[in-house]
């Protein structure tokens, strides 16, 4: 269901609105069903004999069918969503795929730095590209990335990957991503980070091959090797 108001553009994107829209069905199929119920219960006994005084119920007998049958059945359907959250969680955290191109991604108070491998396509060399509030990646290839944090807690957010990853400061965290679509696409940051948490996005560009060999060639005779002199410091 999320496509349908935000485009998806990497591999696993699917894989969690199609986990997504399963919890909204089977959550929505009990809340509708309960509220008939509710409902046919209200109307059904609205009205009562004069003569008909209030029963104390005991829980025994047919009436506590009312409350064990779908207990069991809800028990059931969180079994199978717990089944398929742990794969996609599996998939997208644990079964780390070999990386076609490493980058590093540093988020700050309030700027994103990205730093990706030069035409060389190692990481940590003399060509090395580093850019402010824009990455650049090229469809249909895994992308292995470190993320940290200089300075307070971020969130590496990434709407079209459906990519949510806290920056911690002190620690490097470790993830990947697919681009499937290419496009200019929003990265925020999803953590209150401080005063201009608001204003912290950078941009997204993912391009076809030729596109982005091209921009790297150009980009790497200009772009300094990376550094901590290099970041951004907002006083």
């Known amino acids: ?4 108001f935000l485009p998806n553009a990497s591999s696993y994107a699917g894989d969690i609105d199609h986990l997504f829209s399963i919890i909204t069905w089977v959550v929505g199929f009990w809340f509708i069903l309960t509220q008939v119920a ?4 209200i109307f059904r006994f609205q009205k009562r004999r004069e003569d008909q005084t209030s029963i104390y119920m005991t829980g025994e007998g047919h009436e ?7 207990h069991w059945l809800i028990i059931v359907c969180d079994v199978f969503l717990i089944f398929g959250a742990v794969q996609v969680w599996n ?4 079964d780390m795929p070999e990386a076609d191109v490493k980058i590093r991604v540093i988020s700050q108070q309030w700027a994103w730095t990205f730093v990706q491998p030069g035409p060389d396509g190692v990481l940590d060399t003399a060509d090395d590209i580093t850019t402010i509030d824009e990455l650049h990646v090229e469809v249909n290839k895994t992308y292995q990335y470190e993320l940290e944090s200089k300075d307070v807690l971020h969130d590496f957010s990434v709407p079209v990957f459906r990519l949510k990853q806290d920056a911690v400061p002190g620690r490097i965290i470790t ?3 697919k681009p499937t679509k290419t496009g200019d696409f929003d990265i925020q940051c999803a953590e209150m980070c401080g005063i201009a948490h608001g204003i912290m996005a950078a941009r997204l ?7 982005h060999q091209a921009w790297m060639k150009t980009v790497a005779q200009t772009s300094l090797p990376f550094s901590p002199s290099n970041l951004v410091i907002n006083q």
């Open 91 to 94: 998939m997208v955290k644990i």
């Open 1 to 4: 269901m999320l496509e349908y």
């Open 205 to 211: 560009h993912i391009e076809e091959a030729a596109v």
């Open 175 to 177: 993830g990947w991503f």
């Open 38 to 41: 509710f409902l046919w219960l």
């Open 64 to 70: 506590k069918h009312w409350i064990h049958v779908p």
